[in-house]
């Protein structure tokens, strides 16, 4: 069979497969070389020291611990907002929406949002939040940005397990006489928290990776916030890729910018594992 | 008896509104972004001049005499962003081509958890990378006083793009029924002449799409780029210090004033119109695939 075919078709045949495996081989070395180099040149700076306290200038020391609570003041805020917000959206898509012109226009509107990149948002947030709003240069104003900007995440994967549930599941909860909220609230939603819950964790992924849109909103403070301060509007304060851009970029500190981005490193690893988990057990 | 089936059905109408109103949410976000970006941005182009604002080539904003000419941006943008699609689109279509057709199952496996991790790397990470490593190799190899340039940035843009390039074009070769490979391989052709002369034309549109989904991420990526492209407003050279549209805003925001900090806004708005025609090339593919399915 294969002594039919010229030589010519042979060797393109084998380029073609050549560059295929070779593309495939060539993105898997450079992943395992980025990390791995990450990994060699940040982990022996990270420190307890380093992330339990906070930089100080009398002492020469740089700590990271507000940044690291920054992150997680960030990420809880921003989901608290959206979550409510994109999950009644995909509830309205996929349960109550009758008119097919709105939910395009909706979707649409998802869409675009999903498109504009974060450095547009982080103008936008400054424009609205910080000054408009006049929250100041503070978490708040950069936690309503990220809302913004992780909305569609939420509402996507939100309405994509909606459309998993049967509707045998609502016909019979209906037919057994529950009103619609009822329903929605003790059959679909118990049904899709494995959805919400990939969303949330895709969500907490781009909060974690997000810098160019906090930059202008939630600023570059180093200080060490409590919960209520994190709160309160005018109090700024910079997460670990904001902090990361400013030790790399404007002093140069490369030891503790690796350090930083290898702890950034395991965490995106961590959030795809769980995302991933989450993705499994929904489809089972 | 009446009286609960009536509060009832008011909390069924106001849950009703609640989640519409949460749907409308969005819109409104569109809306408003769209607005604030327009108004803040059309002062400075009035005041300086539609013409000289998009042709000038000079961006000289803090000079004595101040001149706004953001053609040196627009033009790196988009050099940049076709720099990032003539290397990342070949190497990841073959990645498409090799996983949705060649790879054995735990390769596959293996290799696509590699494509979704390079994801979610935060771009500060990408940055930083490049500023360490690429910058000061693309100074040795060309003998350059400085690395950091148009084609460093090109180079980690095209590393960027690569995760969504690669999942689109593997779901739209996967997409593509199964009888015209069957129809081609019993005509004789041989399993990669299949892939590359019958079911790659078959999901040309959801390839479209996928270069079209990379150049926005490429034309949208501001810290990255600004860590490697050495961010010097100069009309584009391969091998000099550049600075993009987003990198443009993001640069001189923080110390701006006046009629500097209006024409970064009008800066802003010209990338959202970019962003926003790269959005409706993509809608128009998505209906038209829509369409044919």
Redesign the interface.
Known sequence: MTE??SKT?KI??LI??L??????G???C??LG?IG??LY?GIPYVSWMLVSTKPSLLRGTVGILPNILNTLYMIVITLVIVL??????A???N???KNKK?VR??E??????A??????????G???FVQFFSLGTSLMAGALTLV?MT??TI?RTTQESLKTVPRAYREGALGLGA????MIRTVVLPCVIDGIVTGCILAV?RV?????AL??TAGMANELLSVPEALQPGNAGSTL??A??MY??ERGQ?DI??AI?AI??IL??L??MSA?AAARKLRK | MEKVKKTVKWLEKIMNLLFLACGLLTILFVILITIFLVISGIPAIRNIGIFDFLCGTVWASTAAEPLYGILPFILTSVYGTCGAILIGVPVGLFCAVFLAKMAPRKIGGAVRNVVDLLAGIPSVVYGLAGMILIVPYVREVFHLPDGANLFSAILVLAVMILPSVISVSETAIRAVPEEYEEASLALGATKTETVFKVILPAAKSGIVTAIALGTGRAVGEAMAVMMVAGNVANMPKLFGSVRFLTTAVASEMSYSSGLQRQALFSIALVLFLFIMAINLILGVMTKRREQND
């Not at chain 1, 409510?84 to 959206?89: C, H, Q, S």
């Not at chain 1, 009103?179 to 009822?182: A, I, L, N, R």
């Open positions: 039919n075919i078709r393109r045949d073609l497969n560059l295929m495996v070779l593309s495939a060539m993105i898997c450079l992943l980025l180099y990450i040149r409510p917000i994109g999950v009644g959206a509830i309205y898509l349960e109550y929406a709105i226009i909706i649409l509107a998802t869409e675009t949002l498109g504009i990149p974060s450095i547009l948002y982080g103008l936008v400054m424009l609205v913004i909305l569609p509402i009103g619609k909220w009822y992924g974690v990776g997000e810098s160019a930059l202008f890729t904001v990361l851009y790399a970029k490369f910018a690796f981005a950034l490193l995106t690893f959030i795809n991933k």
